[in-house]
């Protein structure tokens, strides 16, 4: 059963790119395509960015869970050839707001097929996060979908850097109430819960005292836990030894410590905003049924 199982999935998974490939073909450039992605502008309004491009092509939309910080929300999710564009549904249909935008050429895809919850995970060097969808049906047919514009996009650039850094996920708050470093400190409205941001894991602020660039992440320094820190930092003057560097050559990155809170605490609220609204909370995403465009399909939503 397994076997045909997987000679279904490679059937579909080649049906699939067969699809994708002419349908950008077919559609990039056009009136129809054109009209799709304004609409999707439209959508997001001042507070999104212009997603016109002559190679783009919009292949699908839908709207899924995304594990935030706090618990599930809904999320609208817009899967174009060459980007993964998502945000938070204000009016459905008609209104988003907190726009994402992820190149696929530095994504990937880890599917749990043990989860009952029709779960996987996307990663990328910025943000990597959890999904949810309605069914096992609609899950396969995201991630094909996604894994087949991740491939006609490194296929069209002609290379994939195996050595790109991912962004760790974020653990969600309610899954501790302790710090999980130190295994003592209680996580109350004084003892606050932080997120290192290199390994996602859920600490107290004596446990994560360090900033750090990560570059992939953000420009500025940002909270790292302390085994990170240490990691971080030993991994940096192994690599100044390497150029010859000596203790002369630290990395930039090297001594921004968390006397500076306030940047911390900003850098925080930033990289919280796409958690940071329930407007949307109450939306159930089995009333949500997503499509991906064929050749067939003339839909403008």
């Given at each position: 059963?397994?076997?045909?199982?997987?000679?279904?999935?490679?059937?579909?998974?080649?049906?699939?790119?067969?699809?994708?490939?002419?349908?950008?073909?077919?559609?990039?450039?056009?009136?129809?395509?054109?009209?799709?992605?304004?609409?999707?502008?439209?959508?997001?309004?001042?507070?999104?960015?212009?997603?016109?491009?002559?190679?783009?092509v919009?292949?699908?939309?839908?709207v899924?869970?995304k594990?935030?910080?706090k618990?599930?929300?809904?999320?609208?999710?817009?899967?174009?050839?060459?980007?993964?564009?998502?945000?938070?549904?204000?009016?459905?249909?008609?209104?988003y707001?907190?726009?994402?935008?992820?190149?696929?050429?530095?994504?990937?895809?880890?599917?749990?097929?043990?989860?009952?919850?029709?779960?996987?995970?996307?990663?990328?060097?910025?943000?990597?996060?959890?999904l949810?969808?309605?069914?096992?049906?609609?899950?396969?047919?995201?991630?094909?979908?996604?894994?087949?514009?991740?491939?006609?996009?490194?296929?069209?650039?002609g290379?994939?850097d195996?050595?790109?850094?991912?962004?760790?996920?974020?653990?969600?708050?309610?899954?501790?109430?302790q710090?999980?470093?130190?295994?003592?400190?209680?996580?109350?409205?004084?003892?606050?819960?932080?997120?290192?941001?290199?390994?996602?894991?859920?600490?107290?602020?004596?446990?994560?005292?360090?900033?750090?660039?990560?570059?992939?992440?953000?420009?500025?320094p940002?909270?790292?836990c302390?085994?990170?820190?240490?990691?971080?930092?030993?991994?940096?003057?192994?690599?100044n030894?390497?150029?010859?560097?000596?203790?002369?050559?630290?990395?930039?990155?090297?001594?921004?410590?968390?006397?500076?809170?306030h940047?911390?605490?900003?850098?925080?609220?930033?990289n919280?905003?796409?958690?940071?609204?329930?407007?949307?909370?109450?939306?159930?995403?089995?009333?949500?049924?997503?499509?991906?465009?064929s050749?067939?399909s003339?839909?403008?939503?």
């Amino acid at each position: 059963m397994d076997s045909e199982d997987s000679i279904i999935q490679q059937q579909l998974q080649q049906q699939i790119e067969n699809n994708l490939r002419s349908m950008v073909d077919k559609l990039v450039g056009t009136e129809e395509n054109a009209k799709r992605i304004a609409n999707v502008e439209n959508c997001f309004g001042v507070s999104g960015v212009p997603l016109q491009n002559p190679d783009r092509v919009l292949v699908g939309e839908g709207v899924l869970n995304k594990l935030c910080r706090k618990k599930l929300k809904p999320r609208q999710i817009f899967l174009f050839n060459d980007i993964l564009v998502y945000g938070s549904i204000i009016i459905k249909k008609k209104k988003y707001a907190r726009q994402h935008i992820i190149p696929l050429s530095n994504v990937k895809i880890e599917d749990y097929p043990e989860k009952e919850d029709h779960a996987w995970l996307i990663r990328s060097p910025t943000k990597s996060f959890m999904l949810y969808a309605a069914s096992e049906t609609e899950k396969r047919e995201w991630i094909n979908h996604i894994n087949m514009c991740i491939k006609h996009e490194l296929d069209k650039k002609g290379n994939s850097d195996s050595n790109i850094e991912h962004a760790a996920p974020w653990l969600p708050d309610n899954l501790s109430n302790q710090c999980m470093h130190c295994k003592k400190t209680q996580f109350t409205v004084i003892n606050r819960r932080h997120h290192c941001r290199k390994c996602g894991l859920i600490v107290c602020g004596s446990c994560s005292k360090n900033n750090y660039l990560l570059t992939n992440i953000s420009s500025k320094p940002v909270r790292v836990c302390d085994k990170c820190f240490d990691e971080l930092t030993i991994r940096d003057r192994m690599a100044n030894n390497d150029f010859g560097l000596g203790n002369g050559g630290n990395s930039s990155s090297n001594g921004q410590q968390s006397t500076n809170h306030h940047h911390n605490s900003s850098i925080e609220h930033q990289n919280s905003k796409d958690d940071s609204s329930d407007s949307d909370s109450n939306l159930n995403i089995m009333d949500f049924k997503p499509t991906f465009y064929s050749q067939q399909s003339s839909k403008i939503y």
